[in-house]
């Protein structure tokens, strides 16, 4: 910003502001029109979320999920939480479902992808257990151990 006056300098930030307030909040498959009601909502369900009102926050985006189907961040939010209670098959439809909403939708893919290594690790340790001499072969030790080099991150939070 070299060269401007001091006046100019606040009012290209508001500008570069209102821009990226619209590209933060517009998505092709999200409604373009929304409404103060939902901003209210999705509001309130994160501030509870914040404040560790799991079971609040639960009902507030689920409330959401169901006035506004096409809304996919309460489904995200809602696989968090699943995922975070132990709930993997929950969590798995929630994800599928944000993804539904909104293909491509980054941090849906990423989390459902997490909740399938999970769930591919807990089948394989149940196999072993079951199975001890099976769950021994060369390309299932190799599998499990590769599994187990993720480190199963927990899914990201951020919309």
Do not use: W
Not at 17 to 39: D, K, W
Not at 62 to 81: F, K, R
Not at 97 to 105: Q, Y
């Amino acid at each position: 910003m070299r060269g401007m006056s001091t006046l100019s300098k606040p009012i290209v930030g508001l500008i570069l502001g209102m821009v990226l307030t619209g590209c933060a909040t517009h998505s092709p498959n999200q409604p373009t029109g929304r409404t103060p009601a939902l901003i209210q909502q999705l509001d309130g369900a994160a501030a509870a979320l914040r404040a560790g009102e799991i079971e609040k926050a639960e009902r507030l985006y689920m409330s959401i999920a169901t006035d506004y189907p096409e809304i996919a961040v309460a489904h995200l939010q809602l696989g968090n939480m699943a995922y975070q209670s132990n709930r993997s098959e929950a969590a798995q439809q929630h994800f599928k479902t944000a993804l539904e909403r909104e293909p491509g939708h980054v941090l849906a893919t990423y989390n459902l992808a997490m909740v399938h290594l999970q769930s591919a690790r807990e089948l394989l340790a149940d196999h072993e257990a079951l199975a001890p001499v099976t769950a021994a072969r060369p390309g299932l030790v190799a599998i499990r151990q590769a599994l187990e080099g993720l480190n199963s991150p927990a899914p990201h939070q951020d919309h």
